[in-house]
C-alpha cells in the first residue's frame, strides 16, 4: 500500500471518531407509550366536548409517532397535519403558531418552512421536561385553530406532574 493511501485511510477513519473527551453514550429523556396514550386521548376527550372532531398525534423525542387517533366524522387531511404539527413542534422545540411566526419574521433562515414534514397552524405543542423537548402533540380539525392549541393544552396538562 502506497504511502498517500495510508495517509489517506488514517484521515478518514479518525475523522468520524469522538473527539478526546466526548460521550460515545447518551442518556436522553423520551416520552413513554403509556403517557403518549394519555396526552393523546385527553386532547381528542376535550375536543369531542367542545363539539370538535379532531385527529390527534403525539411523537417523541426524535419525531417517531407513538399515539395517534382520528376520530369518527374527520377528513382525512386533519391525521396528516396534526402529525405535522406536532412534529414541526417537536424540530422547534415552540408551538406550531410560533413557528409560522418565526418563518414570517425570520429573514436570515428562509429555508426553515422548506424542511420536510413542517407546517405552520395553530395546534402543534412541544411537550418538555424543564428546557428539555422529549416529545410534542398535534391536534388538526377544530374549527378555526383555537380549538386545536386548546384541546392539546389539556392533554399535556393531564401528565403535567409527571414532567419533571
Given at each position: 500500500m502506497?504511502?498517500?493511501?495510508?495517509?489517506?485511510?488514517?484521515?478518514?477513519?479518525?475523522?468520524?471518531?469522538?473527539?478526546?473527551?466526548?460521550?460515545?453514550?447518551?442518556?436522553?429523556?423520551?416520552?413513554?407509550?403509556a403517557a403518549a396514550k394519555t396526552i393523546a386521548e385527553t386532547a381528542l376527550e376535550v375536543c369531542r366536548k367542545a363539539g370538535h372532531r379532531v385527529s390527534v398525534t403525539v411523537v417523541d423525542n426524535a419525531g417517531v409517532v407513538r399515539a395517534a387517533f382520528r376520530d369518527d366524522g374527520t377528513p382525512p387531511h386533519t391525521f396528516e397535519t396534526s402529525y405535522r404539527k406536532a412534529?414541526?413542534?417537536?424540530?422547534?422545540?415552540?408551538?406550531?403558531?410560533?413557528?409560522?411566526?418565526?418563518?414570517?419574521?425570520?429573514k436570515e433562515r428562509p429555508g426553515l418552512?422548506?424542511?420536510?414534514?413542517?407546517?405552520?397552524?395553530?395546534?402543534?405543542?412541544?411537550?418538555?421536561?424543564?428546557?428539555?423537548?422529549?416529545g410534542a402533540i398535534g391536534v388538526a380539525g377544530a374549527a378555526g385553530g383555537n380549538g386545536d392549541d386548546e384541546c392539546a393544552e389539556a392533554g399535556i396538562a393531564k401528565i403535567a406532574d409527571q414532567l419533571k
Open positions: 502506497s504511502l498517500h493511501k495510508l495517509v489517506l485511510i488514517l484521515a478518514a477513519t479518525t475523522a468520524f471518531a469522538c473527539p478526546a473527551g466526548a460521550q460515545a453514550v447518551i442518556t436522553e429523556k423520551n416520552l413513554s407509550f412534529f414541526t413542534a417537536r424540530t422547534y422545540r415552540i408551538s406550531s403558531i410560533d413557528f409560522a411566526k418565526r418563518i414570517v419574521n425570520d418552512a422548506a424542511v420536510t414534514g413542517v407546517i405552520g397552524l395553530p395546534g402543534g405543542l412541544p411537550i418538555k421536561v424543564g428546557n428539555e423537548t422529549i
